[in-house]
């Protein structure tokens, strides 16, 4: 053992040296590196432009890996800015963290080059003596391309296991002094990874820009009745009165995600919705901490309205408009009912990070409605919030359930004075901040939860017997007109997906939400969730989710003969303990009374889904749908693969993007969504032994769903019921290469980027307000 850790010494003195040699032959040939070069962009000769030459390959070849928080060693490469502060070896996500990391966030934690090498982020763009050759040649950004173009990927269909595809692998980040010996190691790994290298004429185009010293010049100027709108917007987020401001504290609070627009904008801008320090009509100071109700440290917050810089990227975009109507719906919520806000509640975390507590002067009504009205934005915030990613932080849903919602004038929880009694329960671990312990902690929120439930069910019961038995008048029906009153909701094993509409057939488990649960839904896994914090923040995190969805399924079950509510329970979740089925319905959530539902058939289940889609018709979103499919045809083989049941499914990747050709028509996309049968989800770390292959299903969807395709198929529409026997046919992963073969764009496929333009225009123009470019960093190898 003493000898392996000499060696392992030795090693490590040895590479240190060569990297130190490495560097001074650099600093010898081309200068001593500058870290403060690329801390203002140089503006571009004539003849090339970033924006309109060079961010358009970037953006359809790069930043289909390199976005967000799951960019490959940090390197974002969705604006100039990202591309200047360079890489880390650091991770954002690690499950094993023990203590809180700094936060490393483009545009927040860091505003110059500089200043990201003094966090050990190390350049990607050549930040020595500014010649042609040495832009090139001291460049990690040009040396990968370089690689590629050197090493084209081998002409396989499956790629070596040598290169390694897995969400949670091993980074790579070499240094500019690391890149000789890197590529010596590992020669098929050029950029872009795993997938075909650039055309000539892009590399060209690439390489004149580097050569030039990486020039940017800048975004463009905003629109005057842009501007004219930004200006009006900040008026309103500031208003002086105590009532405005704490409004204005709760909007932020959960739009400090959202990618903003004004409705009236023919080609829209989007902006961030954030704290600063300075008021309108100066330059944005932004206070910066880790959570949006963290303490900003001043007397007063200005809430202003910062452009986006970054390309859209669907896994992260969050569109939210703003109009004339949107303003006038918030003055009615929470400007015109009459009500008095004496003083602004604290920052301190026992009070903002329990919105019942901090936001109690609100109307409740309004607060609920709010979030009513983009119901889809608001579930989407832990869909495409940081929280998202991994197979641990999502293992707490099933693969595809429907929500649906109390309506906001029947909501038995927002009876009275129930919520104000109740706010010290409804405490969330985010109060432990983000070096959170683990048992203690979890043992504090479960006999929180426990109290709640009960007293909860006192509430419920109470309100049944004296109001009205649980019925359909009880479910939200959009008013009327929003199709936001119904949803669904896909996991993808680690990443997810929410769509208005009810998609596919009835599904094993549904949710029906009310005001407390969607609003601490947000301030769990949104507001109070923070990336950068350790183990014990997730697992709290993670575990208290649980509660969540339970609280979900309890409120369907309400709704179901009192006779059959524990033989549901127990189908959802066979093989759970009793203590998880008591969460869900039993000793703590219980509910004694009947339901005011007549129903007909001795599936009460299927029956009540039924009732609950002629209820919400009239604002059922359809776009996805395959029954809106005008090809008849077309649409009854669709509906064979949709058809498809069993163990056979357990071959397919989550999510397949399907591209049907029919020449001379225009290639149509649909998306293959595989459901995985699971006995059920209440196990943080047992997934693997809860699978039931006999029920995964399929849904088959018209469009694009999902920001990370696994698989691209392609087949002719004479070949969908081929494709569905196929699939029915598999058995094993050489069955499944077999398949591959004939339908699938492999990563190796020469015409890879072809069919992946092809499917980003498709997304873009299907969607032009809600989808953003597709990303590979799930792409099957297979």
Known sequence: MLIDRYVLLLCLLVLGGCTAIVRHELDERHGKADPTLFD??????????????????????????????????????????????????????????????????????????????????????????????????????????????????????????????????????????????????????????????????????????????????????????VDRQVAEWETFFNGDSLKQRLVSRYLFEHLFLAHLYFDSDAQPHYFRLLRSRTPPGQPIDPIVSRRPYDNPGVDRVYYRLEREQETIVDKTHMPYALGQKRLARWRELFLTPDYRVERLPSYAPEVASNPFVAFQALPTDARYQFLLDEAEFTIMGFIKGPVCRGQVALNVINDRFWVFFLANERSPQQEGDFLSREARLLELPSAQGSDAGIIGPWHKYAKLEAQYL????????????????????????????????????????????????????????????????????HY??????????????????????????????????????????????????????QEVKDHVYGSLARFDVDSGIKFHTDDPQREFFALLKRRLAPVLERRYDLSALPDTVLRQDLEVLAGLRGASLSWLPELIVLRVEDPPQEARYFTLLRNTGHSNVSSLLREGRELLPAENTLTVVRGIIGAYPNAIYRVRRSEILALAKAIGGLSSEDDYRTLAGRYVVRRTDPDFWKYSDELQTAHLRQAPISAGLLDYNRLDNR
């Open 40 to 225: 203002t962009p140089r503006s571009p000769a004539a003849g090339l432009s970033f924006r309109n030459d060079v961010q358009p390959i970037l953006e359809r070849r790069c930043v289909v890996c390199h976005a967000c928080y799951d960019a490959p060693c940090q390197l974002k490469l969705t604006a100039w800015q990202g591309i200047a502060r360079g890489s880390s070896k650091e991770l954002v996500y690690d499950g094993g963290r023990l203590s809180e990391t700094a936060p490393s966030r483009l545009f927040v934690d860091a505003q110059k080059a500089s200043q990201w090498r003094a966090k050990e982020f190390s350049a990607v763009l050549n930040e020595r003596r500014q010649t042609p050759e040495a832009n090139l040649a001291a460049s990690v950004l040009y040396r990968a391309l370089r690689l590629k173009e050197s090493h084209p990927l081998p002409q396989v269909a499956v790629l070596p296991e040598s290169m390694d595809f897995s969400l949670d692998r091993t980074q790579q980040c070499p240094r500019i002094e690391e890149f000789d010996a890197f590529e010596r190691q590992n020669p098929l790994w050029g950029m872009p990874f795993g997938l075909p290298g650039l055309h000539p004429s892009e590399l060209n185009t690439l390489r004149r820009w580097l050569e030039q010293g990486a020039p940017f010049e800048g975004m463009p100027p905003l629109p005057a009745a």
């Open 524 to 577: 769990l896994l949104v507001a109070g969730f923070d990336v950068y914090g350790n183990v014990g923040h997730e697992l709290l995190s993670r575990l208290y989710m649980d509660f969540m969805r339970m609280e979900g399924e309890f409120n369907f079950i309400a709704f179901l003969p009192i006779e059959r509510r524990q033989a549901v329970r127990d189908h959802w979740y066979r093989g759970a303990s």
């Open 454 to 521: 009960q007293d909860k069910s006192d509430a419920l019961t109470r309100y049944a017997v004296t109001r009205r038995l649980p019925d359909l008048p009880w479910i939200w029906n959009g008013d009327g007109g929003n199709p936001n009153a119904a949803l669904t909701v896909f996991r993808h094993f680690d990443s997810a997906t929410v769509v208005k509409g009810l998609l596919g057939e009835p599904p094993k488990t549904a949710w029906v939400i009310g005001y407390p649960l969607l609003e601490r839904i």
